[in-house]
T-cell receptor, first 112, second 116 residues
Framework: EAQVTQNPRYLITVTGKKLTVTCSQN?????MSWYRQDPGLGLRQIYY???????DKGDVPEGYKVSRKEKRNFPLILESPSPNQTSLYFC???????????FGSGTQLSVL | AQKITQTQPGMFVQEKEAVTLDCTYD???????LFWYKQPSSGEMIFLIY??????QNATEGRYSLNFQKARKSANLVISASQLGDSAMYFC?????????????FGQGTILTVHP
């Protein structure tokens, strides 16, 4: 079964404590990307990756890091989270950027 | 820079009627793609329809069609014969062209409520 697995679903943390949100796909897709969703702002792209070892900034990359060491995984790293990073995060993947994206279930992050 | 605008924060429609959700975009790239996604209250993101900038015909997927007017830079979603299950948030999105091929920009979303 085609899956995009995102973990954790919910996370409460404190300012400055490094965290990683994982994203894994079993569809052998080249394209993966991360978004944050905030009320009234829709989804905003954080980073995207066109293939292994190829990553690029989206519209709101500040405060986030990513890596793409293997095709199936695309973790999102918050080195020093701040309260303004409290948001709903989605990972998405697709065969190419111009085809439909498969989204993970989302991670609700609260930074206190 | 590319931009997507959805001017309708909320829309209401009667069951079995058609509804149009508006989306306008702005880009200087000649090559781009336009998407619509649905987000029910459960939170998942569901792909509905895709239109490429060079596609000659409007995209259709079942009850969904995309009214693509390139000169006006609009990509409205038309849902025919609305169903109660269509009640959700709808997002318009645009993929960039050129060197920013993987960049995807979403609109603010429109909440659609279908009344019985």
């Amino acid at each position: 079964e085609a899956q995009v697995t995102q973990n954790p679903r919910y996370l409460i943390t404190v300012t400055g404590k490094k965290l990683t949100v994982t994203c894994s796909q079993n569809m052998n897709h080249e394209y993966m990307s991360w978004y944050r969703q905030d009320p009234g702002l829709g989804l905003r792209q954080i980073y995207y990756s066109m293939n292994v070892e190829v990553t690029d900034k989206g519209d709101v990359p500040e405060g986030y890091k990513v890596s793409r060491k293997e095709k199936r995984n695309f973790p999102l790293i918050l080195e020093s989270p701040s309260p303004n990073q409290t948001s709903l995060y989605f990972c998405a993947t697709g065969p190419r950027a111009n085809e439909k994206l498969f989204f993970g279930s989302g991670t609700q992050l609260s930074v206190l | 820079a590319q931009k997507i605008t959805q001017t309708q924060p909320g829309m209401f429609v009667q069951e079995k009627e058609a509804v149009t959700l508006d989306c306008t975009y702005d880009t200087s790239d000649p090559s781009y793609g336009l998407f619509w996604y649905k987000q029910p209250s459960s939170g998942e993101m569901i792909f509905l329809i895709y239109q490429g900038s060079y596609d000659q015909q409007n995209a259709t997927e079942g009850r969904y069609s995309l009214n693509f007017q390139k000169a006006r830079k609009s990509a409205n979603l038309v849902i025919s014969a609305s169903q109660l299950g269509d009640s959700a948030m709808y997002f318009c999105a645009m993929r960039a062209g050129g060197t920013s091929y993987g960049k995807l920009t979403f609109g603010q979303g429109t909440i659609l409520t279908v009344h019985p």
